[in-house]
Nanobody, 121 residues
Framework: QVQLVESGGGLVQAGGSLRLSCAASRRTFSMGWFRQAPGKEREFVAGISWSAGSTYYADSVKGRFTISRDNAKKTVYLQMNSLKPEDTAVYYC?????????????????WGQGTQVTVSS
């Protein structure tokens, strides 16, 4: 079992920044960030390999968000800059506990409970 705990969400004005963190209870392989806005399906935001040598972003966040990880701390981060009202959502991190070479959209073995990000206009 892996527990994932997200933090760092909050209320920010458009153009502002937030950094989300996701702490894992044990070692994980590739990890991802997803988000779900009210009335919408969950969507992929960003993914990162175990070594952090590979990252991947949704087009909607490319150039504004940066995913990174610190394996010594078993934590993955999502730095979000130039936030827009349409970034408002609950953000979830997800983790794999085995090697998977099929990309970052899914599937994942474990999910966090989510952290709310609200961007005001």
């Amino acid at each position: 079992q892996v527990q994932l705990v997200e933090s760092g969400g909050g209320l920010v004005q458009a153009g502002g920044s937030l950094r989300l963190s996701c702490a894992a209870s044990r070692r994980t392989f590739s990890m991802g960030w997803f988000r779900q806005a009210p009335g919408k399906e969950r969507e992929f935001v960003a993914g990162i390999s175990w070594s952090a040598g590979s990252t991947y972003y949704a087009d909607s966040v490319k150039g504004r968000f940066t995913i990174s990880r610190d394996n010594a701390k078993k934590t993955v981060y999502l730095q979000m800059n130039s936030l827009k009202p349409e970034d408002t959502a609950v953000y979830y991190c997800a983790a794999r506990t085995t090697v998977y070479n099929g990309g970052y959209y899914g599937p994942y073995d474990y999910w966090g409970q989510g952290t709310q990000v609200t961007v005001s206009s």
